[in-house]
């Protein structure tokens, strides 16, 4: 690119020269944007960046060359070119007119307004020229506000003529769908663009105000009428002076209910009354603090206000009579609050000195409401219904899915395969069931007990199990409290009722008799004589001979029944020798050697009765060396005297149990001159004592 030729040549090749200093030789941008607006900007440089000399000529010259037609030089003038059509979308893009204005509404179904003013924005697009009512929100007005007329265009007459912007102005009204608005102002880019156009706008209004709205701004008047007590004074006297009373509500007398502890909080500064609930650990209640929050509570309302909607609408002065106040809520005495009655048992040390310098109480003990706990109510079973063990029926009242009673497993193992078994009569009136016999067989694991009967040829009746293992209850019992029968109850000659039928046991085996000598303890006097008879009529050599002797012992042991406690022992001393094969605990060598001596002197007899009282007394004590020794020392004289006096010493450090009747009853044998001689022939080392005694006066 070349710069300006040189002053005075023409401007042809050859004779302009390239300026080297220039180097940007593009054409200046005349178009730009501003504010989002297209705008025609006019160049300030050159091709090559030379600054273009502008304005250097004044107006007159530059109307003067505009107007200038070179018809000479280039010819006839061409016409200009139209100007550049903008569609209005283009043009008035994002271009609204705004106008505040207002209608008015008619309220016929209130008292308080007959109508209502309503205000609204009116909003004009040039674009499209639509229109849209606006009404700001006003919070809490309880009217439907927002968009009134979306955005459309309006008609402004019967015609179909839409309204233009040349038809809105500044005090005028307008008619929309039946509602006369009222334009007061408008925005300053409307008032601008109005009178650009040439439209004379009118001046502003001011903008009408709604009557309800107006009012409900106005502060309420109050009534007051004076009062002679001061309520500022009662603040600032009792400011955070409080009142705290310990109350109980009872309510075990309906459904669930229960007592429950709360605390009751009288603030003296404004009469209010706060109860709160005591929570204890796992009590299972949500933790929240309070049962009724701190207000006034009414004492007595009138009587039209029974019916006032105290859950919705807060109680006034004019529906109460009398309030609670500080003198209501005492010590021991109760008071009903919503329908709750708190009784109050305790208050706290200023409590009690605010009353005693108010009110003059002094004595305001605490009560004690704690209640003792009624003892557990022990669960009645139902009636037994008959079917199976009455500890196996009972498992279906305690458990949903009953288990099986518990067993003593220490006594099934102690007593396994131990089996007691005896013979048995049926008890009947029919002459066929007399000669059926049955066998006991009684479980000492399981005290349970099977009956068995032997089957009989040609007898008609089936023989083979009679009774499964079960438990039998004896009939004396009841079906809340069974007592079964044990092993103690079965001896020759008792009867057993199982299920209504009566048995009557006839026999036993040996390991029976095993059992009972070594478990004598357990069993009574008459169960152990049946045994020893069955062993005597076994081991007699005539039969005659020892049916007059049993007889004869039985009336020597029969005249002693004040003795049950020493008949009761068993068989002789420890270390004595002696088994159950005798009579009343002796050995069968001393019932013979007694048998002969009731021959010779009816006197023996009894004294043999004594003796064997003595030795069921002495059964168990380490008696047998000790006794003769003992007697022997404290008698120094060997006169074979001793006192009644100094036999009691010896028994009592000896640790031997005396009766007083027995010591009498030999004295008085003694008396009648038995010597010790008449009892030494018998051989009986257990009753030295009373050998001494014999020889002795007591």
């Known amino acids: ?263 009751i909080h009288y603030y003296l500064m404004d009469d209010t009354v706060e109860i709160r609930e005591v929570h204890e650990r796992n009590d299972g209640r949500d933790p929240f603090p309070l049962l009724m929050n701190r207000q006034r509570m009414p004492k007595i309302l009138v009587e039209n206000a029974k019916n006032f909607p105290q859950c919705v609408l807060e109680i006034s002065d004019q529906e109460v009579l009398e309030w609670y106040t500080a003198k209501d809520f005492i010590v021991g005495k109760s008071l009903t609050i919503l329908g709750r009655t708190f009784f109050i048992y305790d208050c706290d040390p200023f409590t009690r000195q605010y009353y005693k310098e108010k009110f003059g109480l002094s004595d305001l003990p605490r009560i004690d409401v704690s209640k003792k706990e009624p003892p557990p109510v022990k669960p009645e079973l139902p009636p037994y219904n008959g079917y199976g063990l009455v500890e196996d029926s009972a498992q279906n009242c305690f458990v949903l899915i009953p288990k099986a009673p518990k067993k003593d497993v220490i006594k099934m193992l102690m007593y396994d395969n131990k089996v007691l078994r005896y013979l048995a009569a049926l008890e009947s009136p029919i002459p066929e069931d007399k000669d059926r016999r049955f066998v006991f067989s009684y479980f000492l694991a399981s005290d349970m007990i099977s009956i068995f009967e032997p089957p009989v040829r040609n007898s008609g009746i089936i023989g083979g199990k009679y009774l499964g293992r079960t438990k039998v209850v004896k009939p004396s019992s009841t079906a809340d409290n069974p007592i079964y029968y044990g092993p103690t109850d079965f001896f020759i000659g008792a009867v057993i009722e199982v299920f209504g039928h009566r048995f009557v046991i006839l026999d036993t085996d040996d390991y029976v008799l095993k059992y009972m000598e070594s478990n004598a303890a357990q069993y009574s006097p008459e169960a152990l004589l049946s045994i020893q008879n069955r062993v005597q009529r076994q081991e007699a050599p005539a039969p005659g001979l020892e049916k007059e002797k049993q007889q004869e012992i039985e009336n020597v042991v029969t005249p002693l029944p004040d003795y049950p406690k020493l008949s009761e022992q068993g068989t002789a001393c420890a270390g004595s020798g002696s088994t159950f094969t005798g009579t009343k605990g002796r050995p069968w060598i001393m019932d013979q050697e007694l048998s002969k001596q009731t021959k010779e002197d009816p006197g023996v007899q009894e004294l043999e009765a004594l003796i064997d009282t003595i030795q069921k007394q002495l059964k168990d004590h380490p008696c047998k060396d000790n006794i003769r020794e003992a007697f022997q020392t404290y008698d120094k004289e060997a006169s074979g005297y001793v006192d009644k006096e100094m036999f009691f010493k010896i028994c009592d450090s000896l640790n031997l149990p005396t009766d007083d009747s027995l010591i009498k009853e030999v004295s008085r044998r003694c008396s009648s001159g038995l010597t010790a001689e008449a009892v030494n022939t018998h051989s009986l080392p257990e009753a030295t004592a009373c050998v001494f005694c014999f020889n002795g006066n007591i």
Request: aromatic share 12%; charged share 25%; proline share 6%.
């Open 1 to 263: 690119m070349v710069s300006n030729p040189v002053h005075g040549l023409p401007f042809l090749p050859g004779t302009s020269f390239k300026d080297s200093t220039k180097t940007a030789f593009h054409r200046s941008q005349t178009l730009g944007y501003r504010n989002g607006y297209a705008v025609v900007r006019r160049p300030t440089v050159g091709i090559g960046g030379e600054r273009l000399q502008v304005n250097q000529l004044s107006q007159a010259e530059l109307d003067e060359l505009a107007n200038k037609a070179t018809i000479l030089t280039y010819g006839q003038p061409k016409q200009a070119p139209p100007a550049e059509f903008i569609p209005a979308h283009v043009a008035f893009d994002k271009k609204v007119l705004k106008f505040d204005a207002y209608f008015q509404e008619d309220v016929p179904m209130s008292t308080e307004e007959h109508y209502r003013i309503r205000q609204v924005n009116i909003y004009y697009y040039l674009e499209d020229d639509s229109m849209s009512v606006m009404e700001p929100v006003v919070e809490n007005s309880g009217i439907l506000q927002g968009k009134l007329i979306k955005r459309q265009r309006l008609t402004k007459n019967d015609q179909g003529d839409h309204y233009h912007w040349k038809d809105l102005n500044r005090g005028i009204n307008i008619t929309i769908y039946g509602k006369t608005f009222r334009i007061v102002d408008c925005d300053q880019f409307t008032q601008v663009f109005l009178e650009s156009q040439g439209i004379e706008l009118n001046p502003p209004e001011k903008m009408a105000l709604d009557p309800y709205t107006e009012l409900r701004k106005q502060p309420l008047r109050k009534y007051v009428t004076p009062s002679d007590f001061d309520q500022l004074k009662q603040f600032l006297t009792f400011d955070k002076q409080v009142l705290r009373f310990y109350a109980i509500w009872d309510d075990t007398d309906s459904m669930f209910g229960e007592c429950r502890n709360y605390i």
